[in-house]
C-alpha cells in the first residue's frame, strides 16, 4: 500500500540555524500539506501547496517557513532560522485531487532545536 | 479558537468490550470529518471519514455518526482489541477551505486492557 514517506525521522539543531524538512507524497497525489504537533498537543495545519504554488497558509507559517516541490516526487518544509518553539513532530501529507478527499499522512519529523 | 474538542480525555476498556469516543464540533459550515489513530511516535492514521450529507457510516469494526443538530461526532469501536490503544483524533474541514485544511481536536487516549 503506498504511503507518505518522510525524512530526517529525527532532527536535533542549534537554534538560529537552517532545517530543511522531506517529504514523498504519495505518487498518484496532488494536494501536500504540512502539519505539526508540539509535544502533548493537538495537530495543527501549517501549509496547503497545489499546483506549484501555496493554498493555505496558518498564522504559524511565517517568512521563516517556506515550501518547495524541487522535483516531481519530494515536498519539503524549510525553517529558515529556527527558534526553540519549533520544537515538534512535522507532519506532511498528502491526498488526490478533487473535492473532500481523505488526507494520507506520513510518520513524521521529530525536530528538536536547542 | 479550537472548533474541535473531545468530552473526554481518556478512555480505558476492557478487551472486548465496545468502546465509543466522542467529538464536539462548533462550525456548522464544516462539511467533512475524519477519525485518525495515532500511535506513539507514528503519524495519524485514517481510520474512517464521513460527509456532512450522512448520519453514519461503518467500517471494519468501527462505526462514525454524525449528529449535525447538536454538532456531535463520535467513534464506535467494536469488539475493542490491544492493538486499539492510541490516541483517536477527530478532525474537521470547514467547508470554503479550497484544499481542505483540517482542524484537530487535542485527542483521546484510548487504552485497551487484557
Known amino acids: 500500500e503506498p504511503e507518505v514517506t518522510q525524512t530526517p525521522s529525527h532532527q536535533v539543531t542549534q537554534m538560529g540555524q537552517e532545517v530543511i524538512l522531506r517529504c514523498v507524497p504519495i505518487s498518484n497525489h496532488l494536494y501536500f500539506y504540512w502539519y505539526r504537533q508540539i509535544l502533548g498537543q493537538k495537530v495543527e495545519f501549517l501549509v496547503s501547496f497545489y499546483n506549484n504554488e501555496i493554498s493555505e497558509k496558518s498564522e504559524i507559517f511565517d517568512d521563516q517557513f517556506s515550501v518547495e516541490r524541487p522535483d516531481g516526487s519530494n515536498f519539503t518544509l524549510k525553517i529558515r532560522s529556527t527558534k526553540l518553539e519549533d520544537s515538534a513532530m512535522y507532519f506532511c501529507a498528502s491526498r488526490v485531487e478533487g473535492g473532500k478527499e481523505t488526507q494520507y499522512f506520513g510518520p513524521g519529523t521529530r525536530l528538536l532545536v536547542l | 479558537g479550537e472548533s474541535v474538542g473531545l468530552h473526554l480525555p481518556t478512555l480505558s476498556v476492557q478487551e472486548g468490550d465496545n468502546s465509543i469516543i466522542n467529538c464536539a464540533y462548533s462550525?456548522?459550515?464544516?462539511?467533512?470529518f475524519i477519525w485518525y489513530k495515532q500511535e506513539s511516535g507514528k503519524g495519524p492514521q485514517f481510520i474512517i471519514d464521513?460527509?456532512?450529507?450522512?448520519d453514519k457510516r461503518q467500517g471494519q469494526r468501527v462505526t462514525v455518526l454524525l449528529n449535525k443538530t447538536v454538532k456531535h461526532l463520535s467513534l464506535q469501536i467494536a469488539a475493542t482489541q490491544p492493538g486499539d490503544s492510541a490516541v483517536y483524533f477527530c478532525a474537521e474541514n470547514m467547508g470554503g477551505s479550497t484544499l481542505g485544511r483540517l482542524y484537530f481536536g487535542r485527542g483521546t487516549q484510548l487504552t485497551v486492557w487484557p
Open positions: 464521513i460527509r456532512s450529507n450522512m
Open positions: 462550525n456548522s459550515a464544516s462539511d467533512y
